[in-house]
């Protein structure tokens, strides 16, 4: 397991128990070595055969949407090489069973050795002899999403080792980062002539050339790394506990008094908390402005006291991701909402409050307030003044954008004994009116309020249909829902369109909540066609007492190796204010490379960061930001903003009337961007630059992306082979510099110098005909065995707007390239680049 993986951005849920008992490696099967040889049988009789231990979890967020658990021989070969992009061998994997319920802790394994490993071979005593080696094994926990039962790549993380949830202790201290430092191997010698060290040496760090050796019996081993020198046990059934780290197990302040938590729990986001110079916040400051009610909390013995001074320190914090178990305050929570004046406002783009609900025979409704009426003062205040003042239950915010949507809905909430409350209006086409409304017992409008109006909660994590437009359609609910079970349904949509040819897909993010970052990570991957990294993620060094971020460490979209679940049309991702987290990161990972256009009313949530949980008094849960998210480039690119729209749905009172009565003005605005790029129809002030020859054979040489590179379409290369047009649709979200080129092979230079008498070319930018001697000409750049000529320039500066380009090569008689035979024609090559105003 990945060491930040256990590190998931969203609440816990209960899943039932998965208990795995299979084998990758056959007792009996044979390792290769070296020149051919076969390890000779192991002692008979000697070292472990069956493994057994538990594992100690205390995090709360480790069994989260994890639905195949298991435990495994995990091959150490990344660590003896500090090798993070090592992949386990799955020959080599060899899975235990889950012997107890894995949803409750400790849970216990048993794990069966294969008689002789099929594991990687390593020299490991360091004394300049070439050896056989031996094989260096952990048990790990491991959570298997993807594929058959066996870890691939990405259940793998990306590569690397265990750092947490093994058999080893391995450090997350800066200077000795993912060094295993304690804990226990099993270790399988072919022979009885190889050594393994008996110590760190005095560099404390294993398998380096400092390492004092012994020798190894042949066959299984447990060697005990916490003795000094390291212990070797052969005993048969060896229990081998896996271990939960420091950093990842959960802080209990709970058996302390009301200030001693409150002291433990100040430092403790005084010294972890992600954003604390990102957000200003003096965390002295606050323990004076709070510890005083904490105190007086303890003396009186006043648990109700306690939980509102907890409650109020954690809403001074904005950070969405920071909150804690309101559940104690529960009674409160429905006392100060109870009262409702039957309606329900929202602002508008041009910021008027408007109503856009009205609750029936409510006290709005018999005051003659009609849907659509202008609030300008409530209680007596401008309705601005109100909204700006009002502390929501569902605080705190990270991004401002949203916390005024959950102020507007708050702002009608009162009390019962409020009793009545003056509200001016002004009803379309009306003059403004000023009625005193009876505070009543309802709750329609607080729910009409609520962005998760309607939305089903039975509802399975993934599921997908084809729009009546023809586009498809899938809502992802939820990143910490059954794992698998989001995989296969995602895989089978993806399947499903591209065997269907449906040309683009609509992505509804609008609600949900986040989970799992690394699973939201790779469900992106499947709309691109290669690795690329989205970013990294900086954490507290307990050792240097600053945050931390190794490169190492750097997350990646891994594409699923199956060419057809990866899709590479055109896609919308449609976000909003339930849009949080893991939701953001997914969201933020389809923005690169323009791959995506983003729709919606609101920007998403804007928590950009890793949580973790502690324990406070009254066993009250509590949530705080440590993890510092950045994009590849290291810049804080969600926390506090979120993800924008590229296309942003307005809020008028004609919009909100439409969904008022039913119509997704969102999801039809997606329909219109994913058919009609950004740009469409908007003449630009002028073409984009055209680069000197040698700038473009420079931009060439520096792996520029080609036009193609960014278009939705994609075609096979028989598509090339015929006379006619082939369309290129690019949409830019942003200014890039592109190549424009054309490109011919042939077997060799004759037959390339033979084809060009017979090939006529012409460049076309926004119906202007470009110079050849405008652009780079390579005669005769070998490639691959062949021999090509290319023609080609770099644009940059894109004007606003809807550009056309055209190469157009004119076979003026048919030619051969010395492979096939091409018709006489035109072969025309047309790109439609739409750049977003």
């Not at 008689?115 to 300049?128: A, I, Q």
């Not at 400092?210 to 052969?234: K, N």
């Not at 076979?811 to 090559?829: E, H, K, Q, R, W």
């Amino acid at each position: 397991m990945k060491s930040r993986q256990y590190k998931i951005l969203a609440a816990l849920v209960a899943l039932t128990l998965v208990i795995l008992a299979c084998s990758a490696a056959r007792p009996g099967t044979v390792t290769p070595l070296p020149g051919g040889q076969t390890p000779p049988a192991p002692q008979v009789g000697g070292g472990p055969t069956i493994v057994t231990g538990s594992l100690n979890y205390t995090n709360t967020f480790f069994t989260a949407g994890v639905a195949e658990p298991e435990i495994i021989l995990e091959d150490q070969g990344g660590f003896v090489t500090r090798d993070r992009k090592f992949l386990i061998p799955i020959e080599s994997q060899v899975i235990g069973q889950i012997t107890s319920d894995f949803y409750k802790s400790p849970f216990t394994y048993s794990l069966t050795l294969p008689e002789v490993p099929n594991g990687t071979l390593h020299d490991v005593d360091h004394d300049g002899k070439t050896e056989t080696g031996v094989m260096v094994f952990a048990v790990a926990y491991w959570t298997n999403t993807w594929g058959d039962p066996f870890l691939e790549k990405r259940d793998q993380g990306g590569g690397g080792w265990s750092t947490a949830y093994a058999s080893t202790k391995v450090s997350d201290n800066r200077d000795s980062y993912r060094e295993v430092y304690g804990g226990k191997y099993l270790v399988y010698a072919p022979d009885d002539k190889q050594s393994f060290p008996s110590g760190f040496g005095d560099d404390k760090k294993l398998f380096t050339d400092d390492d004092p050796t012994m020798d190894l019996p042949a066959g299984w081993s447990v060697i005990d790394l916490d003795q000094s020198p390291f212990a070797i046990d052969r005993e048969a059934k060896p229990t081998i506990d896996l271990l939960e780290p420091e950093s990842a197990a959960l802080d209990d302040f709970s058996k302390l008094s009301y200030t001693d938590a409150f002291d433990k729990m100040l430092d403790k986001f005084k010294r972890e908390y992600a954003w604390t110079e990102l957000k200003k916040i003096d965390w002295d400051a606050k323990g004076k402005e709070f510890r005083p009610r904490f105190e007086e909390a303890e003396k009186n013995k006043d648990s109700h006291a306690y939980l509102l001074a907890l409650r109020d320190f954690i809403w001074s914090i904005p950070d969405t991701h920071v909150g804690f178990d309101t559940s104690g305050l529960q009674q409160d929570f429905q006392t100060d909402i109870a009262g409702g004046l039957g309606f329900a406002m929202r602002e508008t783009d041009d910021g008027k409050f408007v109503a856009n609900y009205i609750t029936k025979d409510g006290p709005a409704e018999q005051a003659g307030m009609k849907w659509g009426a202008e609030i300008t003062s409530l209680d007596g205040k401008p309705v601005n003044d109100v909204v700006e003042a009002t502390v929501p239950w569902s605080s705190p915010f990270s991004n401002p954008i949203i916390k005024r949507l959950q102020q507007m809905r708050y702002a009608t909430r009162f009390r019962m004994d409020k009793g009545q409350v003056d509200v001016t209006f002004t009803n379309p086409g009306e003059s403004e009116k000023t009625a005193t409304l009876k505070v009543v017992n309802e709750v329609d409008s607080f729910n009409a309020s609520s962005f998760r109006a309607g939305v089903d909660d039975t509802a399975l994590p993934v599921e997908f249909h084809v729009l009546p437009s023809g586009y498809g359609y899938i809502k992802v609910s939820s990143f910490l829902d059954n794992d698998v079970l989001s995989i296969q349904v995602w895989e089978r949509a993806l399947k499903y369109f591209n065997d269907n040819q449906v040309p683009g897909v609509i992505l509804d993010l609008r609600n949900n909540g986040g989970g799992n970052g690394w699973l939201a990570d790779q469900m992106a991957a499947y709309f691109f066609s290669k690795e690329t990294v989205v970013g990294n993620t900086a954490y507290y060094n307990k050792a240097s007492g600053e945050f931390y971020m190794d490169p190492g460490d750097e997350t990646s979209m891994i594409p699923p190796p199956q060419t057809d679940l990866q899709y590479t049309g055109p896609v919308v991702v449609m976000v909003g204010p339930n849009c949080a987290s893991a939701c953001e990161f997914f969201s933020y990972d389809m923005t690169i490379d323009g791959r995506a256009t983003v729709v919606g009313q609101y920007p998403s949530e804007g928590a950009g960061g890793s949580v973790e949980d502690f324990l406070m008094p009254e066993n009250i849960q509590v949530q705080l930001t440590i993890g510092r998210a950045v994009d590849a480039q290291g810049n804080v690119h969600l926390e506090g903003k979120g993800v924008v729209p590229d296309v942003k749905v307005p809020v008028t009172l004609e919009t909100l009337k439409q969904q008022a009565d039913g119509e997704d003005v969102v999801l039809n605005a997606a329909v219109k961007a994913i058919s009609e790029p950004q740009g469409s129809g908007v003449t630009p002030s002028g073409p984009p630059e055209i680069a000197s020859p040698a700038d473009a054979s420079s931009a060439f040489s520096a792996g520029t992306k080609f036009l193609e590179d960014l278009a939705r379409e994609k075609y096979q290369s028989s598509d090339y082979a015929r006379p006619g047009t082939l369309t290129f649709t690019i949409p830019l979200s942003q200014d890039q510099k592109l190549m424009w080129l054309y490109a011919w092979c042939t077997t060799s230079t004759e037959v390339l110098d033979q084809n060009f008498q017979n090939i006529k070319l012409k460049f076309t930018l926004d119906g202007k005909d470009v110079p050849l001697d405008q652009l780079q000409e390579e005669k005769d750049l070998e490639n691959n065995g062949q021999h090509c000529r290319l023609y080609y320039t770099a644009l940059s500066n894109w004007p606003a707007g809807e550009h056309h380009l055209s190469t157009t090569a004119t076979f003026t008689a048919p030619i051969n390239d010395g492979s096939a035979d091409y018709a006489a024609g035109d072969y025309v090559l047309d790109y439609g680049v739409f750049v977003k105003p």
